[in-house]
């Protein structure tokens, strides 16, 4: 099956620095990669989300890069705001499920 | 925008009881999945529901699981008989078509206590 690494565990920046959360999958069947962010007593919430067959993909702040030869995608959030701060968790697509990866505490200080 | 709706936020329930959790999907999505999170841990798969039956499972979703949707509107997650390593945190999401290519959508989960 799937094995969805993700680095760092914890991750602190100051406030307007970036952030950049990295992962690993395993099984190159997985087509589609989501980043979800999830704040206290709430559900994952997607946040940015791409495809195997594009390399990368910017919303405003946030992008994220797939390098599907060497199996690894990563979310960049650049002018990071406290806002920001969460659990970020990778996730790869494949068949009906999700594999995620073990999430990232992100504490952006102001 | 439309949500995901899951009750009850928190149950407590003795061990070796039966429990129901709810969801309401988004209303045009046709795709069903229940994931767990224990406390601290990653998000892990139980299963996937379409068209009325289990599209998918996992290794963790055996025989003292079940989901059903019994109506056009609720999907329900039932577990027989709860051990106390059953306490999680229990997610509904929702998606249009399979996850292979598209978002699921998530609610805000089920915080499920086994005394």
């Known amino acids: 099956g799937e094995n969805v690494e993700q680095h760092p565990s914890t991750l602190s920046v100051q406030e307007g620095d970036s952030a950049v959360i990295k992962c690993t999958y395993s099984?190159?069947?997985?087509?589609?990669f989501p980043w979800y962010k999830q704040e206290l007593g709430k559900g994952p919430q997607l946040i940015i989300d791409?495809?195997?067959?594009?390399g990368e993909k910017k919303d405003q702040r946030i992008a994220v890069t797939l390098n599907k030869t060497a199996k690894h995608f990563s979310l960049h959030i650049t002018e990071t705001q406290p806002e920001d701060s969460a659990v970020y968790f990778c996730a790869a697509g494949r068949g009906n499920q999700f594999y995620f990866g073990t999430g990232t505490s992100l504490t952006v200080i102001p | 925008e439309p949500e995901v709706t899951q009750t009850p936020s928190h149950q407590v329930t003795q061990m070796g009881q039966e429990v129901i959790l709810r969801c309401v999907p988004i209303s045009n999505h046709l795709y069903f999945y229940w994931y767990r999170q224990i406390l601290g841990q990653k998000v892990e798969f139980l299963v996937s529901f379409y068209n009325n039956e289990i599209s998918e499972k996992s290794e963790i979703f055996d025989d003292q699981f079940s989901v059903e949707r019994p109506d056009g509107s609720n999907f329900t997650l039932k577990i027989r008989s709860t051990k106390l390593e059953d306490s999680a945190m229990y997610f509904c999401a929702s998606s249009v078509i399979p996850a292979s290519n598209q978002p699921q959508h998530f609610g805000d989960g089920t915080r499920l206590s086994i005394l």
């Open positions: 791409i495809r195997s067959n594009v």
């Open positions: 099984d190159s069947a997985s087509n589609y």
